[in-house]
């Protein structure tokens, strides 16, 4: 169980990784760069939600578990971000009259709201908001889930230990994905140290999950193993489309289209590499 969590931790380390790429090259939180990585992201996720999730599911369990799984995963997903967006708007905004000049007042309105942060001239947000960031941390904690207990399940059927193909697939597959989030993060004004915070919970989320893989999951049948899949690739499309995509077309334009199809080409390459 301890080595199953072990290799969950280091398949989702690239989060760390891709951060502090970001963090020690300014330069990656330029607009056109942001923008690119979160379309070459979204097309190597959509490429796993294809190929390593729905596909996978399909062939363990036919049609309906894993069209079961991707209607719950999308309602899952939709129902957290809304709860979490109508809570905020819940909460009371401290008025800043009579503190600071209005200008300021403004100013600072927009930072919190995370307007304005790696924007253009016309400003426009190049960075994610601070509702794009939170709701990006949660799309990668449904995204580490699925992988973290594959990782687990190739403990009991690899011939010598954990597979190092499905490991390091998941690793490489993963850095572009997070330079691009920790780019857009940064950009939007959140600290390194904030950064690396949720990162290092995802990498430790990915070690229990990859545990539990290891010691629950590996005897649930395939129908249930199809559903976690299917549920996490329902979870994922919304976060691609809502949240990922926005971003790269805002910052490179049309240009984002053909970005996104080589970070499919990409991811897949992976997965046809190592005889996934």
Request: charged share 10%; aromatic share 6%; hydrophobic share 55%.
């Amino acid at each position: 169980m301890l080595e199953a969590a072990m290799f969950g931790a280091i398949a989702q380390s690239a989060l760390i990784v891709g951060a502090l790429l970001v963090w020690k090259f300014p330069g990656l939180k330029k607009p056109v760069i942001v923008g690119a990585l979160m379309a070459f992201g979204a097309g190597a996720i959509i490429s796993a939600v294809a190929i390593d999730l729905v596909a996978v599911s399909y062939d363990e369990a036919g049609a309906g578990p894993t069209a079961l799984g991707i209607g719950i995963g999308c309602l899952i997903y939709f129902g957290i971000i809304a709860l979490l967006e109508r809570r905020s708007e819940e909460e009371p905004v401290p008025s800043l009259e009579g503190i600071i000049p209005s200008e300021l007042a403004q100013a600072e309105a927009k930072a919190a709201e995370g307007v304005g942060h790696g924007a253009s001239g016309e400003g426009e947000v190049h960075g994610a908001s601070k509702k794009e960031a939170r709701n990006l941390t949660i799309g990668m904690v449904i995204d580490g889930v699925p992988e973290s207990v594959a990782v687990g399940l190739t403990l009991h059927t690899a011939t010598a230990g954990v597979s190092a193909a499905l490991v390091g697939s998941i690793f490489i597959s993963a850095v572009p994905e997070a330079i691009g989030i920790a780019a857009a993060l940064l950009a939007g004004g959140i600290a390194i140290g904030s950064i690396l915070l949720r990162f290092s919970l995802i990498v430790i989320i990915g070690a229990v999950f990859a545990a539990l893989g290891y010691t629950v999951l590996y005897s649930a049948s395939d129908a249930t193993q199809a559903i976690i899949q299917s549920v996490a690739a329902g979870a994922l499309l919304v976060v691609v489309i809502n949240e990922m995509i926005p971003i790269a077309v805002r910052s490179v334009k049309g240009y984002a289209g053909l970005i996104g199809a080589a970070g499919f080409v990409f991811s897949a390459g992976l997965t046809w590499a190592t005889g996934g």
